[in-house]
């Protein structure tokens, strides 16, 4: 698996921790996957700007 596919995996399970969150309500596992997901979009950006190189 290529990291841009890995990457773009971990964005929808994060998203569904995301949606999951709020529905409880629970404003600090929010604030914490929204962070992992802002870390995960920096590092797709850095790879499409060939900041990092993409290996297999």
């Known amino acids: 698996m290529k990291l841009t ?3 773009h995996d ?3 399970f994060l998203d569904g ?3 999951e969150a ?3 309500q629970n404003k600090t596992m929010e604030y914490l996957v929204d962070s992992k997901i802002s870390e995960v979009k920096l590092i ?3 790879l499409q700007k060939g900041i990092i190189d993409q290996t297999n």
């Open 22 to 24: 709020k529905e409880k």
């Open 5 to 7: 596919e890995y990457l």
């Open 44 to 46: 797709l950006e850095a």
């Open 17 to 19: 921790q995301l949606q």
């Open 10 to 12: 971990q964005l929808e």
